[in-house]
C-alpha cells in the first residue's frame, strides 16, 4: 500500500506493521534495498506549523532516506531531513533530523552516533560468505 501511495520501497525491505509513513508527502520517503523500520516507527516529511511560529518552527519538506541494510528499531522518529546511513542502526525511540554516517549506532533525542560498527558489520559478512560457501562446497559434494 505504501508503494502505491508513493513511497519508494526497494527490494527486501521489512516495514513493521503500525509504522507511520508521511500522509501528506509519501513520495519524499525513500527506503532502499534491505531497509528496515519496526514497529511504531514515524517517518514525517514535512513541517506544517500555524502562522504564529513561523518563525520558530518554518514549514519546510525534505526527502527522508533509510540507505541499504538500515535499520530503525521500534518507535524511531525520522524528520524531515533525515538520512540514515548503509548499514546504520537507529535505536529505540530515537529521533534523528540529520545525515547519519553509514556503519553508525546512533541513540537519544536528538539522535548521535555512539559508535561506528563498520569493522563489525565488515566482519559478519565475511562470515556470511564463508558459511554460504561451505554450504555451497557442502551440497556440491
Known amino acids: 500500500m505504501h508503494r502505491w501511495r508513493g513511497v519508494h ?3 527486501h ?3 513493521a506493521q503500525q509504522c507511520s509513513i508521511d500522509n501528506a508527502y509519501p513520495e519524499l520517503v525513500y527506503l532502499e534495498d534491505h531497509a528496515g523500520i519496526n514497529q511504531g516507527t514515524t517517518i514525517i ?3 506544517n506549523s500555524v502562522e504564529s511560529f513561523a ?3 518554518p514549514n519546510i519538506a525534505a526527502p527522508v532516506v533509510v540507505r541499504q541494510h538500515a535499520l530503525c528499531a ?3 522518529i525520522l524528520l524531515p ?3 540514515i546511513g548503509e548499514y546504520s ?6 529521533v534523528v533530523n540529520h545525515k547519519i554516517p553509514p556503519y553508525s549506532l546512533v541513540q537519544g533525542n536528538p539522535a548521535k552516533v555512539i559508535h561506528n560498527i563498520e569493522r563489525i558489520v565488515k566482519r559478519n559478512l565475511r562470515n556470511m560468505e564463508k558459511r ?3 554450504q555451497q562446497t557442502d551440497q556440491n559434494s
Open 9 to 11: 520501497i526497494g527490494k
Open 13 to 15: 525491505c521489512h516495514v
Open 45 to 47: 516529511a514535512h513541517t
Open 55 to 57: 518563525d520558530i518552527v
Open 74 to 76: 521500534i518507535n524511531t
Open 81 to 83: 531531513g533525515a538520512d
Open 89 to 94: 542502526i537507529i535505536t529505540a525511540g530515537s
Open 132 to 134: 554460504e560457501q561451505a
